[in-house]
Protein backbone atom coordinates (compact mmCIF):
# COMPACT_ATOMS: atom_id res chain seq x y z
CA UNK A 1 0.00 0.00 0.00
CA UNK A 2 2.50 2.36 0.97
CA UNK A 3 4.30 1.59 -1.73
CA UNK A 4 1.39 2.35 -4.23
CA UNK A 5 0.73 5.18 -2.37
CA UNK A 6 4.58 6.23 -3.52
CA UNK A 7 4.37 5.65 -7.14
CA UNK A 8 0.93 7.53 -7.41
CA UNK A 9 2.42 10.36 -5.62
CA UNK A 10 5.76 10.25 -7.55
CA UNK A 11 3.29 10.10 -10.59
CA UNK A 12 1.32 12.94 -10.14
CA UNK A 13 4.65 15.30 -8.85
CA UNK A 14 5.86 14.26 -11.98
CA UNK A 15 3.31 15.60 -14.29
CA UNK A 16 2.64 18.55 -12.11
CA UNK A 17 6.32 19.48 -12.33
CA UNK A 18 6.89 19.37 -15.74
CA UNK A 19 5.80 22.44 -17.25
CA UNK A 20 7.26 25.90 -16.00
CA UNK A 21 7.46 29.39 -18.13
CA UNK A 22 9.89 28.25 -20.78
CA UNK A 23 8.07 25.04 -21.76
CA UNK A 24 4.41 27.26 -21.70
CA UNK A 25 6.29 30.06 -24.01
CA UNK A 26 7.32 27.85 -26.85
CA UNK A 27 4.72 25.27 -27.02
CA UNK A 28 1.86 28.19 -27.24
CA UNK A 29 4.15 29.87 -29.73
CA UNK A 30 4.72 26.74 -31.87
CA UNK A 31 0.84 26.27 -31.87
CA UNK A 32 0.47 29.92 -32.65
CA UNK A 33 2.85 29.36 -35.46
CA UNK A 34 3.09 26.09 -36.87
CA UNK A 35 -0.30 24.40 -35.58
CA UNK A 36 0.08 21.00 -34.54
CA UNK A 37 3.69 20.74 -37.62
CA UNK A 38 6.17 20.39 -34.17
CA UNK A 39 4.20 18.42 -32.27
CA UNK A 40 6.53 15.16 -33.20
CA UNK A 41 9.14 17.52 -31.26
CA UNK A 42 7.58 17.30 -28.29
CA UNK A 43 7.35 13.46 -28.36
CA UNK A 44 11.26 13.17 -29.33
CA UNK A 45 11.71 15.52 -26.45
CA UNK A 46 9.21 13.61 -23.62
CA UNK A 47 10.94 10.51 -24.50
CA UNK A 48 14.81 11.95 -24.64
CA UNK A 49 14.32 13.10 -21.06
CA UNK A 50 12.05 10.36 -19.77
CA UNK A 51 15.75 7.87 -20.79
CA UNK A 52 17.73 10.76 -19.15
CA UNK A 53 15.66 11.14 -15.82
CA UNK A 54 15.51 7.42 -15.66
CA UNK A 55 19.20 7.23 -15.51
CA UNK A 56 20.46 9.58 -13.42
CA UNK A 57 17.16 8.31 -10.72
CA UNK A 58 19.49 4.82 -11.58
CA UNK A 59 22.28 5.81 -10.70
CA UNK A 60 21.29 7.53 -7.67
CA UNK A 61 19.54 4.96 -6.06
CA UNK A 62 22.68 2.47 -7.27
CA UNK A 63 25.44 4.68 -6.21
CA UNK A 64 24.05 7.71 -3.90
CA UNK A 65 26.23 9.81 -6.72
CA UNK A 66 24.01 13.12 -8.13
CA UNK A 67 24.48 14.26 -11.72
CA UNK A 68 27.32 16.72 -10.50
CA UNK A 69 29.49 14.40 -8.50
CA UNK A 70 29.25 12.28 -11.49
CA UNK A 71 30.50 15.11 -14.11
CA UNK A 72 33.95 15.85 -11.81
CA UNK A 73 34.47 12.43 -11.43
CA UNK A 74 34.04 11.00 -15.21
CA UNK A 75 34.74 14.62 -17.33
CA UNK A 76 37.41 15.69 -15.09
CA UNK A 77 38.14 19.49 -13.65
CA UNK A 78 38.34 21.54 -16.11
CA UNK A 79 35.25 20.13 -18.58
CA UNK A 80 33.49 19.95 -15.34
CA UNK A 81 33.98 23.34 -14.36
CA UNK A 82 33.15 24.77 -17.25
CA UNK A 83 30.01 22.46 -17.22
CA UNK A 84 29.39 23.88 -13.01
CA UNK A 85 29.58 27.43 -14.52
CA UNK A 86 27.32 27.06 -17.40
CA UNK A 87 24.96 24.82 -15.99
CA UNK A 88 24.66 27.29 -13.03
CA UNK A 89 24.17 30.80 -15.12
CA UNK A 90 21.67 28.59 -17.25
CA UNK A 91 20.14 27.61 -13.83
CA UNK A 92 19.79 31.53 -12.68
CA UNK A 93 18.71 32.69 -16.32
CA UNK A 94 16.02 30.18 -15.99
CA UNK A 95 15.13 31.25 -11.95
CA UNK A 96 15.00 34.68 -13.18
CA UNK A 97 12.78 34.15 -15.84
CA UNK A 98 10.14 31.89 -13.23
CA UNK A 99 10.23 34.75 -11.36
CA UNK A 100 9.53 37.49 -13.66
CA UNK A 101 6.52 34.48 -14.30
CA UNK A 102 5.47 34.11 -10.95
CA UNK A 103 5.03 38.25 -11.06
CA UNK A 104 3.19 38.63 -14.25
CA UNK A 105 0.56 35.89 -13.34
CA UNK A 106 -0.05 37.44 -9.79
CA UNK A 107 -0.34 40.94 -11.54
CA UNK A 108 -3.22 39.52 -13.70
CA UNK A 109 -4.90 38.14 -10.90
CA UNK A 110 -4.61 41.19 -8.35
CA UNK A 111 -3.72 44.44 -10.34
CA UNK A 112 -0.99 45.28 -8.11
CA UNK A 113 2.34 46.52 -8.89
CA UNK A 114 4.79 44.37 -11.21
CA UNK A 115 7.90 45.18 -8.75
CA UNK A 116 6.55 44.88 -5.87
CA UNK A 117 4.97 41.16 -6.96
CA UNK A 118 8.54 40.41 -8.07
CA UNK A 119 10.03 41.46 -4.25
CA UNK A 120 6.62 39.30 -2.77
CA UNK A 121 7.52 36.42 -4.93
CA UNK A 122 11.26 36.35 -3.86
CA UNK A 123 10.03 36.02 -0.24
CA UNK A 124 7.61 33.83 -0.88
CA UNK A 125 9.78 31.54 -2.54
CA UNK A 126 12.18 32.29 0.08
CA UNK A 127 10.19 31.53 2.94
CA UNK A 128 8.60 28.01 1.03
CA UNK A 129 11.94 26.59 0.55
CA UNK A 130 13.36 26.99 4.57
CA UNK A 131 10.43 26.34 6.30
CA UNK A 132 9.33 23.17 3.85
CA UNK A 133 11.13 19.39 3.90
CA UNK A 134 11.91 18.66 0.51
CA UNK A 135 9.05 15.84 0.66
CA UNK A 136 6.02 18.79 1.00
CA UNK A 137 8.07 20.69 -1.86
CA UNK A 138 7.86 18.42 -4.15
CA UNK A 139 4.32 17.84 -2.75
CA UNK A 140 2.49 21.13 -2.68
CA UNK A 141 3.88 22.64 -6.22
CA UNK A 142 4.02 19.48 -7.99
CA UNK A 143 0.12 18.66 -7.01
CA UNK A 144 -1.13 22.18 -7.07
CA UNK A 145 0.83 22.03 -10.72
CA UNK A 146 -2.04 20.06 -11.35
CA UNK A 147 -4.73 23.26 -11.62
CA UNK A 148 -2.91 22.63 -15.44
CA UNK A 149 -4.78 19.91 -16.27
CA UNK A 150 -7.66 22.86 -17.11
CA UNK A 151 -5.82 22.99 -20.52
CA UNK A 152 -5.97 19.38 -21.46
CA UNK A 153 -9.65 19.95 -21.26
CA UNK A 154 -9.32 23.38 -23.00
CA UNK A 155 -7.82 21.54 -25.61
CA UNK A 156 -10.64 18.57 -25.60
CA UNK A 157 -13.10 21.62 -26.28
CA UNK A 158 -11.56 23.42 -28.52
CA UNK A 159 -12.36 20.47 -31.23
CA UNK A 160 -8.99 20.41 -32.71
CA UNK A 161 -8.72 17.93 -36.36
CA UNK A 162 -7.87 15.60 -34.71
CA UNK A 163 -6.40 14.00 -38.27
CA UNK A 164 -4.30 16.62 -38.78
CA UNK A 165 -3.46 16.35 -34.48
CA UNK A 166 -2.24 12.75 -34.97
CA UNK A 167 -0.46 13.63 -38.30
CA UNK A 168 1.58 16.38 -36.00
CA UNK A 169 3.36 13.24 -34.16
CA UNK A 170 4.88 11.60 -37.65
CA UNK A 171 8.47 14.45 -38.04
CA UNK A 172 8.09 15.98 -41.13
CA UNK A 173 9.05 19.62 -41.84
CA UNK A 174 5.56 21.58 -43.63
CA UNK A 175 5.95 23.35 -46.68
CA UNK A 176 6.73 27.13 -45.85
CA UNK A 177 6.92 30.16 -47.66
CA UNK A 178 10.26 31.02 -47.73
CA UNK A 179 13.64 30.32 -46.20
CA UNK A 180 13.94 32.27 -43.44
CA UNK A 181 10.44 30.22 -42.58
CA UNK A 182 12.58 27.28 -42.89
CA UNK A 183 15.60 28.89 -40.37
CA UNK A 184 12.52 29.81 -37.92
CA UNK A 185 10.83 26.57 -37.75
CA UNK A 186 14.10 24.66 -37.23
CA UNK A 187 14.61 27.26 -34.09
CA UNK A 188 11.20 26.41 -32.76
CA UNK A 189 12.06 22.74 -33.03
CA UNK A 190 15.52 22.96 -31.00
CA UNK A 191 13.99 25.45 -28.36
CA UNK A 192 10.71 23.03 -28.04
CA UNK A 193 12.81 20.29 -27.62
CA UNK A 194 15.01 22.14 -25.36
CA UNK A 195 12.40 23.34 -23.07
CA UNK A 196 11.21 20.08 -22.23
CA UNK A 197 14.61 18.75 -21.68
CA UNK A 198 15.74 21.30 -19.60
CA UNK A 199 18.86 20.16 -17.33
CA UNK A 200 17.82 21.42 -14.37
CA UNK A 201 15.29 18.76 -14.28
CA UNK A 202 18.15 16.16 -14.61
CA UNK A 203 19.97 17.55 -11.98
CA UNK A 204 17.01 18.26 -9.60
CA UNK A 205 15.65 14.41 -10.24
CA UNK A 206 18.98 12.63 -9.23
CA UNK A 207 19.74 14.66 -5.98
CA UNK A 208 15.55 14.29 -5.69
CA UNK A 209 16.19 10.60 -5.39
CA UNK A 210 19.09 10.85 -2.79
CA UNK A 211 16.60 12.85 -0.40
CA UNK A 212 14.18 10.79 -0.69
CA UNK A 213 16.91 8.24 0.51
CA UNK A 214 16.03 5.70 -2.34
CA UNK A 215 17.93 2.26 -3.00
CA UNK A 216 18.44 -0.05 -5.70
CA UNK A 217 15.10 -1.88 -4.52
CA UNK A 218 13.35 1.70 -5.47
CA UNK A 219 14.58 1.28 -9.26
CA UNK A 220 11.23 0.35 -10.48
CA UNK A 221 9.25 3.18 -8.66
CA UNK A 222 12.02 5.61 -10.31
CA UNK A 223 11.03 3.81 -14.16
CA UNK A 224 7.32 4.02 -13.30
CA UNK A 225 7.83 7.56 -12.52
CA UNK A 226 9.40 8.28 -14.87
CA UNK A 227 7.72 6.82 -18.05
CA UNK A 228 4.30 7.67 -16.56
CA UNK A 229 4.79 11.22 -14.93
CA UNK A 230 6.83 12.46 -17.83
CA UNK A 231 4.25 11.18 -20.66
CA UNK A 232 1.34 12.67 -18.46
CA UNK A 233 3.13 16.20 -17.60
CA UNK A 234 4.04 15.75 -21.70
CA UNK A 235 -0.09 15.70 -22.64
CA UNK A 236 0.41 19.11 -20.88
CA UNK A 237 2.73 20.25 -23.48
CA UNK A 238 1.23 18.96 -26.06
CA UNK A 239 -2.36 20.35 -24.71
CA UNK A 240 -0.58 23.99 -24.81
CA UNK A 241 0.38 23.63 -28.81
CA UNK A 242 -3.15 22.89 -29.29
CA UNK A 243 -4.58 25.83 -27.49
CA UNK A 244 -1.87 28.01 -29.47
CA UNK A 245 -2.90 26.31 -33.03
CA UNK A 246 -6.64 26.92 -32.27
CA UNK A 247 -6.56 29.65 -30.07
CA UNK A 248 -3.65 32.03 -31.95
CA UNK A 249 -3.28 30.67 -35.06
CA UNK A 250 -6.28 31.69 -36.86
CA UNK A 251 -6.19 35.16 -35.41
CA UNK A 252 -2.70 35.35 -36.27
CA UNK A 253 -1.66 36.46 -32.77
CA UNK A 254 1.95 35.81 -31.65
CA UNK A 255 1.42 35.47 -28.02
CA UNK A 256 4.78 36.77 -26.21
CA UNK A 257 3.43 37.05 -22.52
CA UNK A 258 3.01 33.63 -20.50
CA UNK A 259 -0.09 35.10 -19.25
CA UNK A 260 -1.67 35.17 -23.11
CA UNK A 261 -1.62 31.45 -22.45
CA UNK A 262 -4.65 31.59 -19.95
CA UNK A 263 -6.57 32.93 -22.55
CA UNK A 264 -7.59 29.16 -23.87
CA UNK A 265 -9.00 27.73 -20.72
CA UNK A 266 -10.69 31.55 -20.70
CA UNK A 267 -12.57 31.26 -24.04
CA UNK A 268 -13.57 27.56 -23.21
CA UNK A 269 -14.84 27.63 -19.22
CA UNK A 270 -15.30 31.62 -18.72
CA UNK A 271 -14.02 33.05 -15.25
CA UNK A 272 -13.27 29.62 -14.26
CA UNK A 273 -10.92 28.29 -16.30
CA UNK A 274 -9.21 31.91 -16.47
CA UNK A 275 -8.76 31.78 -12.81
CA UNK A 276 -7.37 27.51 -12.78
CA UNK A 277 -5.40 28.67 -15.85
CA UNK A 278 -3.33 31.46 -13.88
CA UNK A 279 -3.34 29.19 -10.45
CA UNK A 280 -1.55 26.08 -12.36
CA UNK A 281 0.43 28.44 -13.84
CA UNK A 282 1.71 30.43 -10.58
CA UNK A 283 2.38 26.92 -9.11
CA UNK A 284 4.23 25.39 -12.04
CA UNK A 285 6.51 28.93 -12.28
CA UNK A 286 6.90 28.49 -8.42
CA UNK A 287 8.14 25.18 -9.02
CA UNK A 288 10.43 25.20 -11.34
CA UNK A 289 11.97 28.62 -9.85
CA UNK A 290 12.65 26.47 -6.53
CA UNK A 291 13.98 23.51 -8.43
CA UNK A 292 16.49 25.64 -10.58
CA UNK A 293 17.58 27.58 -7.31
CA UNK A 294 18.02 23.96 -5.49
CA UNK A 295 19.71 22.63 -8.59
CA UNK A 296 22.02 25.72 -8.55
CA UNK A 297 22.73 24.84 -5.16
CA UNK A 298 22.73 20.67 -5.98
CA UNK A 299 25.33 21.26 -8.62
CA UNK A 300 28.10 23.35 -6.26
CA UNK A 301 27.80 21.23 -3.67
CA UNK A 302 28.16 18.26 -5.36
CA UNK A 303 30.96 19.54 -7.63
CA UNK A 304 33.13 20.86 -4.15
CA UNK A 305 31.79 17.96 -1.98
CA UNK A 306 30.32 20.30 0.59
CA UNK A 307 27.54 18.75 2.39
CA UNK A 308 23.91 19.33 1.12
CA UNK A 309 20.32 18.29 1.01
CA UNK A 310 17.25 19.66 2.84
CA UNK A 311 17.44 16.28 4.64
CA UNK A 312 20.15 18.00 6.74
CA UNK A 313 19.21 20.76 9.04
CA UNK A 314 20.16 24.01 7.16
CA UNK A 315 22.85 25.04 9.51
CA UNK A 316 24.42 21.68 8.79
CA UNK A 317 24.40 22.38 5.23
CA UNK A 318 25.30 26.37 5.84
CA UNK A 319 26.53 26.78 1.64
CA UNK A 320 24.50 24.94 0.41
CA UNK A 321 21.47 26.80 1.99
CA UNK A 322 23.09 30.38 1.32
CA UNK A 323 23.67 29.26 -2.38
CA UNK A 324 19.74 28.66 -3.24
CA UNK A 325 19.01 31.59 -1.18
CA UNK A 326 21.38 33.97 -3.21
CA UNK A 327 20.17 32.60 -6.70
CA UNK A 328 16.80 33.64 -5.86
CA UNK A 329 18.04 37.38 -5.09
CA UNK A 330 20.31 37.69 -7.60
CA UNK A 331 17.54 36.10 -9.75
CA UNK A 332 15.12 38.65 -8.45
CA UNK A 333 17.50 41.52 -8.54
CA UNK A 334 17.63 40.62 -12.02
CA UNK A 335 14.15 40.76 -12.92
CA UNK A 336 13.46 43.56 -10.80
CA UNK A 337 15.76 45.83 -13.19
CA UNK A 338 12.85 45.90 -15.56
CA UNK A 339 14.48 43.32 -18.21
CA UNK A 340 11.81 41.41 -20.19
CA UNK A 341 11.16 37.68 -18.72
CA UNK A 342 10.07 36.38 -22.39
CA UNK A 343 13.35 37.42 -24.02
CA UNK A 344 15.34 35.84 -20.30
CA UNK A 345 13.23 32.85 -20.90
CA UNK A 346 14.12 32.48 -24.62
CA UNK A 347 18.46 32.69 -23.79
CA UNK A 348 17.91 30.57 -20.83
CA UNK A 349 15.84 27.59 -22.91
CA UNK A 350 18.56 28.29 -26.23
CA UNK A 351 21.40 28.15 -23.75
CA UNK A 352 20.60 24.93 -22.01
CA UNK A 353 20.13 23.07 -25.29
CA UNK A 354 24.12 24.41 -25.36
CA UNK A 355 24.91 22.26 -22.26
CA UNK A 356 22.97 19.23 -22.46
CA UNK A 357 25.86 17.25 -23.97
CA UNK A 358 27.68 17.60 -20.91
CA UNK A 359 25.33 16.74 -18.50
CA UNK A 360 24.52 13.52 -20.53
CA UNK A 361 27.54 12.00 -21.06
CA UNK A 362 28.85 11.44 -17.92
CA UNK A 363 25.54 9.91 -16.80
CA UNK A 364 25.32 7.69 -19.98
CA UNK A 365 28.25 6.59 -19.40
CA UNK A 366 28.62 6.01 -15.72
CA UNK A 367 24.92 3.93 -15.88
CA UNK A 368 26.28 1.94 -18.85
CA UNK A 369 28.89 0.85 -16.67
CA UNK A 370 28.87 -2.66 -15.22
CA UNK A 371 31.90 -2.21 -13.08
CA UNK A 372 30.16 0.60 -10.68
CA UNK A 373 26.31 -0.42 -11.42
CA UNK A 374 26.71 -4.32 -11.43
CA UNK A 375 23.35 -5.81 -12.72
CA UNK A 376 21.54 -2.00 -12.47
CA UNK A 377 23.98 -0.81 -15.63
CA UNK A 378 21.63 0.07 -19.10
CA UNK A 379 20.03 -2.20 -21.19
CA UNK A 380 20.11 -2.29 -24.93
CA UNK A 381 17.09 -0.51 -24.67
CA UNK A 382 18.74 2.57 -22.45
CA UNK A 383 22.39 2.43 -24.15
CA UNK A 384 20.29 2.94 -27.53
CA UNK A 385 18.27 5.49 -26.25
CA UNK A 386 21.32 7.14 -24.38
CA UNK A 387 23.69 7.54 -27.56
CA UNK A 388 20.66 8.30 -29.79
CA UNK A 389 19.72 11.27 -27.53
CA UNK A 390 23.19 12.40 -27.45
CA UNK A 391 23.82 12.41 -31.35
CA UNK A 392 20.46 14.45 -31.32
CA UNK A 393 21.00 17.29 -28.57
CA UNK A 394 24.85 17.50 -29.98
CA UNK A 395 23.56 18.54 -33.12
CA UNK A 396 20.79 20.89 -31.76
CA UNK A 397 23.44 22.06 -29.63
CA UNK A 398 25.69 23.15 -32.26
CA UNK A 399 22.12 24.52 -34.16
CA UNK A 400 21.36 26.83 -31.21
CA UNK A 401 23.21 29.91 -30.98
CA UNK A 402 23.02 30.64 -35.00
CA UNK A 403 19.57 29.61 -35.47
CA UNK A 404 19.13 32.09 -32.50
CA UNK A 405 20.96 34.60 -34.25
CA UNK A 406 19.44 34.37 -37.97
CA UNK A 407 16.02 33.84 -36.67
CA UNK A 408 16.40 36.77 -33.85
CA UNK A 409 15.11 34.86 -31.45
CA UNK A 410 12.06 33.40 -33.40
CA UNK A 411 10.98 36.68 -35.01
CA UNK A 412 12.12 35.89 -38.42
CA UNK B 1 39.00 -8.19 -6.23
CA UNK B 2 41.23 -5.99 -7.80
CA UNK B 3 44.53 -6.06 -6.91
CA UNK B 4 45.80 -2.56 -7.61
CA UNK B 5 44.26 1.24 -7.81
CA UNK B 6 44.14 3.46 -10.52
CA UNK B 7 44.70 7.00 -8.99
CA UNK B 8 43.64 9.33 -11.38
CA UNK B 9 40.14 6.78 -12.10
CA UNK B 10 39.52 5.91 -8.72
CA UNK B 11 40.73 8.83 -6.12
CA UNK B 12 41.42 11.97 -8.12
CA UNK B 13 37.91 14.23 -8.43
CA UNK B 14 36.18 11.71 -6.21
CA UNK B 15 34.11 12.99 -3.19
CA UNK B 16 35.87 12.81 0.05
CA UNK B 17 33.49 11.79 3.79
CA UNK B 18 34.67 11.60 6.91
CA UNK B 19 33.89 8.98 9.48
CA UNK B 20 30.21 10.33 10.09
CA UNK B 21 29.89 9.89 6.23
CA UNK B 22 29.60 13.74 5.93
CA UNK B 23 30.91 15.09 2.85
CA UNK B 24 34.41 16.99 3.46
CA UNK B 25 35.60 18.16 0.26
CA UNK B 26 36.64 16.22 -2.80
CA UNK B 27 40.55 14.26 -3.92
CA UNK B 28 41.50 18.01 -5.66
CA UNK B 29 44.89 16.86 -5.48
CA UNK B 30 47.17 14.09 -4.88
CA UNK B 31 50.65 13.93 -3.10
CA UNK B 32 53.07 11.74 -4.58
CA UNK B 33 56.86 11.38 -3.18
CA UNK B 34 59.79 9.10 -5.27
CA UNK B 35 62.56 9.57 -7.55
CA UNK B 36 63.00 10.02 -10.97
CA UNK B 37 63.32 6.33 -12.38
CA UNK B 38 61.98 5.06 -9.04
CA UNK B 39 58.34 4.03 -7.34
CA UNK B 40 56.05 6.51 -6.96
CA UNK B 41 54.11 6.43 -3.51
CA UNK B 42 51.13 8.33 -2.58
CA UNK B 43 51.44 10.05 0.94
CA UNK B 44 48.40 12.14 0.94
CA UNK B 45 45.48 13.74 -0.57
CA UNK B 46 44.80 17.12 -1.24
CA UNK B 47 41.70 18.93 -0.50
CA UNK B 48 40.30 22.82 -1.12
CA UNK B 49 40.51 25.57 -3.65
CA UNK B 50 44.17 25.79 -3.37
CA UNK B 51 44.55 22.63 -4.53
CA UNK B 52 41.95 22.03 -7.47
CA UNK B 53 42.88 25.60 -8.48
CA UNK B 54 46.59 24.73 -9.57
CA UNK B 55 45.32 22.22 -12.02
CA UNK B 56 43.74 25.41 -13.88
CA UNK B 57 45.53 26.97 -16.17
CA UNK B 58 47.57 29.85 -14.64
CA UNK B 59 44.41 32.94 -14.97
CA UNK B 60 41.88 30.38 -14.47
CA UNK B 61 43.84 29.37 -11.06
CA UNK B 62 44.44 32.64 -9.75
CA UNK B 63 40.75 33.78 -10.51
CA UNK B 64 39.56 30.50 -8.53
CA UNK B 65 42.20 31.25 -5.78
CA UNK B 66 40.61 34.81 -5.94
CA UNK B 67 37.21 33.71 -5.68
CA UNK B 68 37.64 30.52 -3.21
CA UNK B 69 40.53 31.54 -1.51
CA UNK B 70 43.79 29.58 -1.69
CA UNK B 71 42.97 27.02 1.25
CA UNK B 72 44.73 23.59 0.72
CA UNK B 73 43.82 20.61 3.62
CA UNK B 74 46.53 17.62 3.58
CA UNK B 75 44.99 14.53 4.56
CA UNK B 76 47.33 11.84 5.32
CA UNK B 77 47.30 8.56 3.26
CA UNK B 78 46.83 6.40 6.41
CA UNK B 79 44.14 8.72 6.84
CA UNK B 80 41.93 6.76 3.93
CA UNK B 81 39.49 4.14 5.01
CA UNK B 82 37.27 2.54 2.37
CA UNK B 83 37.90 3.50 -1.62
CA UNK B 84 34.87 3.17 -3.41
CA UNK B 85 32.87 5.64 -5.54
CA UNK B 86 33.83 7.63 -2.36
CA UNK B 87 36.62 8.16 -0.50
CA UNK B 88 36.00 7.52 3.57
CA UNK B 89 37.98 8.65 6.02
CA UNK B 90 38.80 7.58 9.08
CA UNK B 91 38.59 10.40 11.58
CA UNK B 92 35.71 13.52 11.60
CA UNK B 93 36.19 16.49 9.19
CA UNK B 94 36.90 18.80 12.16
CA UNK B 95 40.27 16.52 13.97
CA UNK B 96 41.71 17.07 9.94
CA UNK B 97 40.84 21.00 9.50
CA UNK B 98 38.45 19.65 7.14
CA UNK B 99 34.51 21.64 6.39
CA UNK B 100 36.00 24.93 8.31
CA UNK B 101 34.33 26.98 5.08
CA UNK B 102 30.97 25.60 5.90
CA UNK B 103 31.41 26.10 9.97
CA UNK B 104 31.79 29.28 8.98
CA UNK B 105 28.91 29.84 6.86
CA UNK B 106 26.93 27.89 9.72
CA UNK B 107 27.45 31.14 12.33
CA UNK B 108 25.91 33.13 9.59
CA UNK B 109 22.25 31.45 9.78
CA UNK B 110 22.45 29.51 13.10
CA UNK B 111 20.60 31.71 15.40
CA UNK B 112 17.39 31.72 12.43
CA UNK B 113 14.57 29.96 12.98
CA UNK B 114 14.01 26.58 11.34
CA UNK B 115 17.83 26.52 11.05
Redesign the interface.
Known amino acids: MKNFVEIFLGILTAMGGFVEVGELVFSVNAGAKFGYHLLWVSLIGTVGIIAYCEMAGRVAAVTEQPVFNLIRERAGLDVGLVTLVAANAVNLLTCTAEIGGIAIVWQLLSGWPYRWLIVLAFLFLLLSVWFLSFQWIERVFGLLGLLLVVYLFAAVYLRPDWRQFAAGFVPRVPHLETTKDYYVFAYFAVALMSSIMLPYETYFYASGAIEDGWKPSDITLNRVICIVGFTLGSLLSVALVVVGAQVFLPRHIEPQLPGAAALGPALMFGRLGLILALLGMFFAFAGAAIETAMSGAYNLAQFFGWPWGKFRPARDAARFTLTWAITFALSALIIVTGVDPVSVVEYSIVFSVVILPFTYFPVLVVAGDRGVMGPFANGWLANGLGWFYLVLITIAALLAVPLLIITHGGQG | MQDYLDIVRQVL????VDSNN?????V?DVEVEGEPGGELRVTALL?GAGA?AN??PRLFGAAAKWVFGGRRTRVPWDEVSVIT?RIKLRSRATELGL?I???K??R???G?P??
Do not use: K
Open positions: DHEVVPCGMDVWRLEGADRASLIRLGA
